[in-house]
T-cell receptor, first 114, second 113 residues
Framework: DAGVTQSPTHLIKTRGQQVTLRCSPK?????VSWYQQALGQGPQFIFQ???????QRGNFPDRFSGHQFPNYSSELNVNALLLGDSALYLC?????????????FGSGTRLTVV | SQQGEEDPQALSIQEGENATMNCSYK?????LQWYRQNSGRGLVHLIL?????REKHSGRLRVTLDTSKKSSSLLITASRAADTASYFC?????????????FGEGTQLTVNP
C-alpha cells in the first residue's frame, strides 16, 4: 500500500519564477493538506483540499494556490517566488480509513529559491 | 504562528536511557499528536491522544496530556540510536479526519551509542 508520494524531491528556482509541486495521497485518503517547513522550525499549515475545493487556509498570501483532482491528487503552486519561500513543502493526506485523526505525510519537496 | 512550544529544544542522551520531551499549547484542542522527523524529511505519526484522555502508550512511547495546564509530554523508554530525530507535537481542534494541525518548534533528540 503506497503512502503519500511527492514530486519532485528537490527543486531550485530563481526569485520571481513560478513553481508547481505535486502530491499523490495514500490509497483510500480523500483529503490533502499542504505544510511549509522552514529550516529549524515546525511545519506551518498552508491549506487543505477536500472534494476538489479549498476547505481551510492558513496565513499564507494569495501567491500560494492549489488544486485537487478527481483522483484526490493535489498540486501546490507558488507564484512570484521570494527567497523566503525556500523551505521543505510537505503534503499530508487523511481520510475515513480508520487512521483516526492522524495524517500520513509524504517525504516532502525541498524548494530552494536563489 | 506556532501554537506549541517544545521543551527542551535539544536533548542528548545515551542509548538505553529514557527521553522526555514536553509540549505546551495555547488554545483548546480536540487532540494532540506527536510526530518524528528524520533529517528534515517527512513526518512520521507516532501517537495521538484525545482531549478526554490523560495517558496513552504505544510500544516504548508514553504520552500524557494535561488539558488544565495545556501541556503534554512524550516519554521514550530504553532509547536507541535509531530514535535520533526531531520530535514535534501538533494540536488538532476538530473531531474530524483532516483536522488542520498546528505544530510546535520541535525537540532535536540525539541518542548516543
Amino acid at each position: 500500500d503506497a503512502g503519500v508520494t511527492q514530486s519532485p524531491t528537490h527543486l531550485i528556482k530563481t526569485r520571481g519564477q513560478q513553481v508547481t509541486l505535486r502530491c499523490s495521497p495514500k490509497s483510500g485518503h480523500d483529503t490533502v493538506s499542504w505544510y511549509q517547513q522552514a529550516l529549524g522550525q515546525g511545519p506551518q499549515f498552508i491549506f487543505q483540499y477536500y472534494e476538489e475545493e479549498e476547505r481551510q487556509r492558513g496565513n499564507f498570501p494569495d501567491r500560494f494556490s492549489g488544486h485537487q483532482f478527481p483522483n484526490y491528487s493535489s498540486e501546490l503552486n507558488v507564484n512570484a517566488l521570494l527567497l523566503g519561500d525556500s523551505a521543505l513543502y510537505l503534503c499530508a493526506s487523511s481520510g475515513l480509513t480508520g487512521d483516526g485523526y492522524g495524517y500520513t505525510f509524504g517525504s516532502g519537496t525541498r524548494l530552494t529559491v536563489v | 504562528s506556532q501554537q506549541g512550544e517544545e521543551d527542551p529544544q535539544a536533548l542528548s542522551i545515551q542509548e538505553g536511557e529514557n527521553a522526555t520531551m514536553n509540549c505546551s499549547y495555547k488554545t483548546s484542542i480536540n487532540n494532540l499528536q506527536w510526530y518524528r522527523q528524520n533529517s528534515g524529511r517527512g513526518l512520521v505519526h507516532l501517537i495521538l491522544i484525545r482531549s478526554n484522555e490523560r495517558e496513552k502508550h504505544s510500544g516504548r512511547l508514553r504520552v500524557t496530556l494535561d488539558t488544565s495546564k495545556k501541556s503534554s509530554s512524550l516519554l521514550i523508554t530504553a532509547s536507541r540510536a535509531a530514535d535520533t530525530a526531531s520530535y514535534f507535537c501538533a494540536t488538532g481542534t476538530k473531531e474530524t479526519s483532516g483536522s488542520r494541525l498546528t505544530f510546535g518548534e520541535g525537540t532535536q533528540l540525539t541518542v548516543n551509542p
